[in-house]
């Protein structure tokens, strides 16, 4: 970083932690010093590229059962904060903890990279315009963007438990949506990369010859009457429909009793085909992390295992609102939750289906009662398959049903999946299709 902080602030942190627990209370101090540079092509232009730079820190004092909390950027502040936190915890909310933890043994995770630091401006420039220059030789009529970002990002956690944990990590993203537009008919493809190390993951051509891919195979039309078909859902997609089990293994919400998972650890929950494990530990990866937001370790855990739910997720709050043992989940969440792979290409299994459908992209997926596992969208961009080969973009379509029954029949997953290694296609039976026409 060009004006790196955590050495000089540490100290002033340090004594912070120091001044609460004079004055009778239990403190928490977050500290993020950021900088980015971000590039952003237009309709084939350079259209904006710019720098920033970020200062924030958050100050949480826990004094009499309750919780005050103020945030800002001015380190000469931070007497005056401390003291509105102490005012707030008057009247804040309840917290469900005695006291922030002592530290314990982390697993060390890599999430900085010199080469990533190098990323110049120039370079996404030059990327970006790759990707420009290939979407306008497929089409030259149509309106596409790409952006590229690159990050880096110092942070620091002090707790009065005794942690005091500096850590830096750094990141790049590269970006690309293209929208063909005839009358009142919109067709969007988009596709983009971020990972914390520069690799072969890094590459313009790629994103830009996967958005030509979608573009190419929508441009015949199709239809599909209204029914319920196999479907294959693109990895983006299976991430986005398992996202309501992941709010019914959020330990706040199985205390509050919202979860329709309570009550339901060691039950089969979804097929065979479901094994899902939460792993915190993978170096590069943008979404792993050492420790919690509350000094906590992280670590490895299934949450289902062949459709078994193992177990639920819980930060410091809410485990002591459940009286269970925290997790090291920031937020009660999963940090990244990796589905196995099963054991054919998803190009092999589309040769498979007589007629079904390819999800590709969905429109308005988290409304309705998402928690429960309910939903209804439109589908943004998706293929008829008919006879083993896609047939064509269906237009006017929604799809609906509940992922706790449409995981439950059979299901399969692919071999390949995302970049990240994250998440597989799945063929699913049974999917609720409704059309116009």
Same mark, same amino acid.
């Given at each position: 970083?060009?004006?790196?902080?955590?050495?000089?602030?540490?100290?002033?942190?340090?004594?912070?932690?120091?001044?609460?627990?004079?004055?009778?209370?239990?403190?928490?101090?977050?500290?993020?010093?950021?900088?980015?540079?971000?590039?952003?092509?237009?309709?084939?232009?350079?259209?904006?590229?710019?720098?920033?730079?970020?200062?924030?820190?958050?100050?949480?004092?826990?004094?009499?059962?309750?919780?005050?909390?103020?945030?800002?950027?001015?380190?000469?502040?931070?007497?005056?904060?401390?003291?509105?936190?102490?005012?707030?915890?008057?009247?804040?909310?309840?917290?469900?903890?005695?006291?922030?933890?002592?530290?314990?043994?982390?697993?060390?995770?890599?999430?900085?990279?010199?080469?990533?630091? %190098?990323? *110049?401006?120039? $370079?996404?420039?030059?990327?970006? !315009? /790759?990707? #420009? @220059?290939?979407?306008?030789?497929?089409?030259?009529?149509?309106?596409?963007?790409?952006?590229?970002?690159?990050?880096?990002?110092?942070?620091?956690?002090?707790?009065?438990?005794?942690?005091?944990?500096?850590?830096?990590?750094?990141?790049?993203?590269?970006?690309?949506?293209?929208?063909?537009?005839?009358?009142?008919?919109?067709?969007?493809?988009?596709?983009?990369?971020?990972?914390?190390?520069?690799?072969?993951?890094?590459?313009?051509?790629?994103?830009?010859?996967?958005?030509?891919?979608?573009?190419?195979?929508?441009?015949?039309?199709?239809?599909?009457?209204?029914?319920?078909?196999?479907?294959?859902?693109?990895?983006?997609?299976?991430?986005?429909?398992?996202?309501?089990?992941?709010?019914?293994?959020?330990?706040?919400?199985?205390?509050? %009793?919202? *979860?329709?998972? $309570?009550?339901?650890?060691?039950? !089969? /929950?979804? #097929? @065979?085909?479901?094994?899902?494990?939460?792993?915190?530990?993978?170096?590069?990866?943008?979404?792993?992390?050492?420790?919690?937001?509350?000094?906590?370790?992280?670590?490895?855990?299934?949450?289902?295992?062949?459709?078994?739910?193992?177990?639920?997720?819980?930060?410091?709050?809410?485990?002591?609102?459940?009286?269970?043992?925290?997790?090291?989940?920031?937020?009660?969440?999963?940090?990244?939750?990796?589905?196995?792979?099963?054991?054919?290409?998803?190009?092999?299994?589309?040769?498979?289906?007589?007629?079904?459908?390819?999800?590709?992209?969905?429109?308005?997926?988290?409304?309705?009662?998402?928690?429960?596992?309910?939903?209804?969208?439109?589908?943004?961009?998706?293929?008829?398959?008919?006879?083993?080969?896609?047939?064509?973009?269906?237009?006017?379509?929604?799809?609906?049903?509940?992922?706790?029954?449409?995981?439950?029949?059979?299901?399969?997953?692919?071999?390949?999946?995302?970049?990240?290694?994250?998440?597989?296609?799945?063929?699913?039976?049974?999917?609720?299709?409704?059309?116009?026409?």
């Amino acid at each position: 970083m060009h004006n790196p902080m955590n050495d000089k602030v540490s100290d002033i942190f340090a004594r912070a932690i120091e001044a609460i627990r004079k004055k009778g209370g239990e403190g928490k101090i977050h500290f993020t010093h950021s900088e980015s540079i971000s590039v952003k092509y237009e309709a084939g232009r350079l259209k904006d590229t710019g720098s920033e730079e970020k200062v924030s820190f958050s100050i949480d004092v826990l004094k009499d059962g309750r919780i005050g909390r103020v945030s800002g950027n001015r380190l000469d502040d931070i007497g005056k904060m401390i003291e509105n936190a102490f005012s707030l915890s008057k009247v804040g909310s309840e917290a469900h903890f005695a006291k922030w933890p002592t530290p314990s043994e982390i697993a060390p995770v890599k999430k900085y990279s010199a080469k990533t630091t %190098g990323l *110049s401006r120039e $370079k996404i420039i030059e990327s970006c !315009k /790759i990707i #420009s @220059d290939r979407l306008k030789q497929y089409s030259s009529d149509m309106h596409s963007v790409c952006s590229g970002r690159h990050f880096e990002s110092e942070d620091i956690l002090a707790t009065s438990g005794g942690v005091m944990r500096p850590s830096k990590s750094c990141a790049w993203g590269l970006n690309a949506m293209a929208q063909k537009t005839e009358g009142t008919d919109m067709l969007m493809a988009g596709d983009g990369r971020y990972w914390c190390d520069l690799n072969e993951l890094y590459s313009p051509e790629i994103i830009a010859g996967q958005v030509i891919d979608d573009l190419a195979n929508a441009e015949k039309h199709a239809h599909l009457p209204s029914g319920r078909y196999k479907m294959l859902f693109s990895p983006e997609i299976l991430g986005m429909s398992l996202s309501p089990a992941f709010m019914g293994i959020n330990g706040r919400n199985v205390a509050k %009793g919202d *979860s329709p998972l $309570k009550g339901k650890i060691g039950e !089969k /929950i979804f #097929s @065979d085909a479901i094994t899902v494990e939460d792993n915190p530990h993978l170096d590069f990866c943008p979404y792993s992390d050492e420790i919690d937001g509350d000094g906590i370790a992280t670590r490895k855990q299934m949450l289902f295992d062949k459709g078994v739910l193992k177990t639920f997720l819980y930060d410091l709050d809410s485990a002591g609102l459940a009286g269970a043992v925290p997790t090291g989940n920031k937020g009660c969440r999963p940090y990244f939750p990796k589905v196995s792979p099963g054991k054919l290409p998803h190009k092999e299994m589309i040769k498979g289906i007589h007629e079904g459908v390819f999800v590709k992209m969905l429109m308005g997926f988290g409304q309705g009662n998402i928690i429960n596992g309910d939903f209804s969208c439109n589908l943004a961009l998706g293929y008829l398959i008919r006879n083993g080969e896609l047939a064509g973009r269906l237009k006017d379509t929604m799809i609906s049903g509940n992922i706790y029954d449409i995981f439950k029949n059979n299901t399969a997953m692919s071999s390949d999946t995302d970049f990240l290694g994250m998440n597989p296609y799945c063929l699913l039976e049974g999917v609720n299709l409704s059309s116009k026409g």
